[in-house]
């Protein structure tokens, strides 16, 4: 049975006595204070409304609710309601919880307290809960405290934060400044690495005269002059800004305006009398501690920036030296070209014996080698033709290729035999300078005898033409090449050569192409002299010799020298022009001009003697010839 206790209200006097025995209840069962004032508020409010209506009497009725299973908090239940009703007919009810339900029980079967003891237990209740309040408006104003330390925490945080975020922008600034300028230094620095490739590219002042407007000019510069002390140009006799004639004097950059420049390394200079409205920036060009010339350049704006001033001023010190270089580049190259020119032989008139000479030099470098040829008479009637190559280039190749020559010359004298003189230049080389080698190639014509006695030291074949149009290769057993550490007796060598036969002595940059060996140039070569015609050979030998190089090197860039000298034998004497000029260029065949063709005496083409070129034009087969005196 459900513990209960109930209470007839029908007075302020009932109703105190109700509320005075709820709150004893309510305290046995353990409710806190808190709970428990705010249930005695709201029932005391709910009694004065019931007091204020017109029923007779009201039922307060107070009921304990068993604890339920597994240990959890009990509760009881207040319900008003009018006299005479059922409990489900209440005005007012709520079920509180409670900590001890039992002991409530307990405190319902005792008898009500008189209400002067109700008041003053409720006076009790007063000042536990005034306590009460007292604790919590303590831990407010703990915590107000606290609050207010968090809050001056925060704003000192957010004036941190603030702080940090206005570092951070001005880091980001710095940060975008810093790379604009990184930025504009890789500029600058990429415009002055492919501008000093391109003045370096040329050995010719003139071109690197004519490329330095071009490369400064619209963006680092309106205009660009160049002003070159000992150059005998058009403009040389021009009036020259004053700020130019001081660069030009005293080597240093000058700034002529009518406001100073604040350009680091420059002397700022009144405004030029020539251009007095424009800024002027006069950059002397120099080299080796000597000044070449004057850079004169007006500002792109209004001024000069100072960045791109260091880069002006640094551009045109690697101007003055390509310039100079160039300069030295030209007069090494007259010079050599004056030695090439004294050391080149003018082919002699022999009986019976035509002779036709080429030399073209690589087109890099001094235009200058050690490939040379020669052709002489010796003491017994017969004529020596040779062809060397010293190996090297520039002026000391060409000195040594001049005393081998005057060596054979000296030693033809005694008569010895193409391999005898090969053997004796051989040890001359060796002796007169060990680290340098050489190759060569030696034929003798005798007059009124069908055949040629030749000799090789390390050299490409010589190759023949016959005058039926076949082509032979004489790869009999050369020497090795001169100057070598190795003892050597080169050998002899004869072939029948009848008359319209063409001998072909070359070197190798005629027919050795990069990544293809010199099998195929030979190749080449003879297919190119079967396409020749015995009577072309016979009327023009030197125009002969001019359409050989033409289909040789047409297809390459000549990074070798280049010597070709034909010996054509005839029935009678003809007068051969004097060695032309040896930087003629070849005529050049034109681009769709069909390849080599059969003259009206060549023979027909058979399976035995004919054959593809390198570049699918009929050619006789290359017979080797590896027959020995």
Sequence with gaps: MTPTRAWTVASACDAALARSAVARLAAAAGMPTVERARLLAGLSARLRRCLEQPAAAWQLVFEVICAPPHGETGRFRLSL???????????????????DPE???????????PLAEALLLADDDTAALLDHLDEQERLVSVHREELHQTNQGV??????????????????????????????????????????????????????????????????????EVWLFDDDGPDTRAPHPAAAVVAARTGRPQYAADHPGHLPGVENLPPSALAPNVPLLCLPLT?????????????????????????????????????DHALRYEHNRDIAETLQRTLLTELPVTAGLQLAARYLPATHGLNIGGDWYDAFAQPDGSLIAVIGDVTGHGLHAAVMMGQLRNALRAYAVDGDSPGRLLTRLHHFLHHLEPDLCATAA????????????????????????????????????PGAMLGIPLGQGIKDHTVELPPGSTLALYTDGLVERRRQGIDPGIARLGAVLAGLGSAEL??????????????????????????????????EPVVTPAAPDPHRRPRQPAANAPGPQRSATSPPPTSETAGEDANGAWAPPLVADDAQD
């Excluded at 002991?103 to 009500?112: G, K, L, N, V, Y």
């Excluded at 792109?300 to 001023?313: S, Y």
């Excluded at 030696?442 to 023949?464: E, N, S």
């Excluded at 289909?551 to 054509?568: F, K, S, W």
């Design 155 to 224: 704003l000192a945080l957010h004036a941190e934060l603030d702080a940090a975020d206005r570092t951070q922008r001005e880091l980001l600034a710095a940060e975008k400044a810093a790379r604009a300028e990184a930025e504009g230094a890789r500029h600058r620095l990429t415009f002055l690495a492919d501008a000093s490739a391109a003045l370096t590219a040329s050995l010719s002042h003139r071109e690197i005269l004519r490329r330095l407007p071009e490369l400064l000019v619209p963006q680092h510069a309106r205009t660009a």
């Design 287 to 323: 080299a080796r501690r000597s000044t070449l010339g004057v850079l004169t350049l007006t500002a792109p704006g209004d001024r000069f920036d100072r960045d791109n001033t260091v880069m002006l001023i640094e551009l045109a010190r690697r101007a003055g030296i390509a310039i």
């Design 538 to 571: 016979a009327r023009d030998l030197d125009g002969a010799a001019e359409a050989v190089l033409g289909r040789m090197l047409h297809d390459c860039d000549r990074e070798d020298d280049v010597c070709l000298l034909l010996c054509h034998t005839g029935s």
């Design 442 to 477: 030696i034929a003798r014509f005798r007059p009124g005898d069908p055949t040629v006695t030749w000799a090789a030291a390390g050299h490409p074949p010589p190759v023949v033409r016959t005058c039926e149009g076949r082509v032979r290769v004489l790869d009999a057993k």
């Design 103 to 113: 002991a409530a029980a307990r405190e319902a079967t005792q008898p009500d307290v």
């Design 81 to 99: 309601r009018p006299t005479g009703q059922n409990r489900s007919d209440a005005s007012w009810q709520t079920v509180v919880e409670c900590p």
